[in-house]
């Protein structure tokens, strides 16, 4: 239930209350609004939330609130895309409130990052392994640090991150109100907020694993040779922007090139890709260059882009989780939106699974008749009757390796002769 008295009342800042307004921010989400009053009053805290419920906004408020205070805060993202973004939300607030910020991700260019650090922020935003990288380099200290964020908590320790977690947590000071937010809440996160967290206020909007109910949802189970030509109907069917998900970075590469070879602007988003090459991508599917965008689980909590009508999960994810964080690209912000799988005969163990932790029934459809049909590769030319290789060419002598030798011919040049002897 959203509030009817808009951001009003829980304790924000007039000057904060202005830039909100000023960003169209003008009626807070559920964990927004139960999240900012106890976190603004320096109570530790668990927020969580399904994806898409604008939780960054809930610890970004608060925390900037503090830095107007001259307290400083450092925000521990598992992803590069995840970190761009919750810089941008802090730059966009921040910014006119003169509030600085750091963006320390790996990629990024180190020596930017270290004069954005000399220039003395109030709030560091970073990637764990980078943020290890500056404290091995002595160019960052968090022993100002009073509010910290762990966000994706769950995903962080999903990309065995636990051990650069706690270096961090040991050099930030134990006096310090610590907040972490997630979408589900395992067992390990569980034991971070026992050992470094007081007491902390767990504040559930959804149970973990709830997918949003504006999100309608098709299950398809499928052939690996009726997935392209599936897909290439789909791209007709939509008109809006795409979001699909592979589970490999090769599989992201080839679909995304096969779309262009469609005539669709279409872009790849993985961990093979430069910073550059993803920043670009992500811009590119935000303002319109790309219509569709091919991505691991690198996306799958690091997208935030409004109006995505499809999200397709041409792979069903690894993790469980992962289904739920996928499909919440899309209905963000109180949109509809829709969300179709692909499973092959041999997944039903991995649907069950989705199943299981959503505690519901992915609704299946039934694959259209009237798919594309297959395209036609082209043929391989022919050198001659020889099945094992090309014809000898007029002139060559034939090859006197023996018949099954594997490997190429060594090619004849008359007599043989001797080098340096």
């Known amino acids: 239930m959203e509030s009817s008295s808009g951001f009003y009342g829980l304790g924000i800042a007039p000057n904060i209350l202005a830039v909100l307004e000023r960003l169209h921010f003008k009626t807070p989400t559920p964990i927004q609004e139960k999240a900012i009053p106890p976190a603004i009053e320096g109570k530790d805290l668990v927020g969580l939330a399904q994806t898409g419920t604008g939780k960054t906004l809930a610890f970004a408020v608060p925390m900037l609130q503090a830095a107007l205070r001259g307290a400083h805060g450092l925000v521990v993202l598992p992803t590069r895309e995840l970190a761009l973004q919750v810089e941008e939300t802090f730059r966009a607030l921040g910014g006119p409130l003169g509030v600085r910020t750091a963006l320390l991700i790996g990629g990024g260019s180190m020596h930017a990052q270290r004069f954005a650090l000399q220039r003395g922020p109030m709030i560091v935003i970073g990637t764990p392994g980078r943020i290890i990288d500056h404290l091995e380099q002595k160019t960052v200290s968090f022993k100002s640090v009073s509010m910290l964020v762990l966000d994706e908590a769950d995903r962080m320790l999903d990309m065995g991150f636990a051990p650069q977690l706690k270096r961090i947590l040991a050099v930030v000071p134990a006096e310090r109100q610590t907040m972490l937010f997630s979408a ?219 018949p099954g030798r594997s490997g190429p011919a060594r090619p004849s040049f008359g007599r043989r002769r001797s080098f340096g002897r």
Request: hydrophobic content about 35%; cysteine-free.
């Open 184 to 402: 589900t809440m395992p067992e390990d996160i569980v034991r971070i907020a026992k050992a470094y967290m007081k007491l902390p206020l767990r504040i559930e909007i959804a149970p973990p694993g709830t997918a949003i109910e504006k999100i309608s949802q098709e299950l398809y189970f499928i052939s690996k040779p009726d997935k392209p030509r599936f897909l290439e109907r789909l791209i007709y069917e939509f008109k809006g922007s795409i979001l699909v998900f592979t589970r490999t970075k090769f599989g992201a590469k080839k679909i995304a090139a096969g779309l262009r070879a469609l005539g669709h602007s279409a872009a790849e988003l993985h961990s093979n890709r430069t910073l550059n090459q993803r920043r670009e991508a992500l811009d590119g599917f935000r303002n319109g260059k790309y219509r569709v965008l091919v991505a691991t689980d690198i996306a799958a909590r690091g997208i935030d882009v409004k109006g995505i009508e499809l999200v397709l999960n041409y792979d069903l994810p690894t993790n469980p989780e992962d289904y739920v964080h996928r499909i919440g690209r899309t209905a963000r912000a109180g949109a509809s939106g829709r969300a179709i799988s692909f499973a092959t005969p041999d997944q039903k163990n991995d649907v069950r699974d989705i199943e299981r932790l959503m505690r519901a029934t992915l609704p299946q459809a039934k694959l259209p008749a009237d798919l594309p049909p297959p395209r036609a590769e082209a043929p391989r030319p022919s050198f001659g009757a020889s099945s094992f290789g090309p014809a000898p060419r007029p002139g060559m002598r034939p090859s006197r390796r023996p």
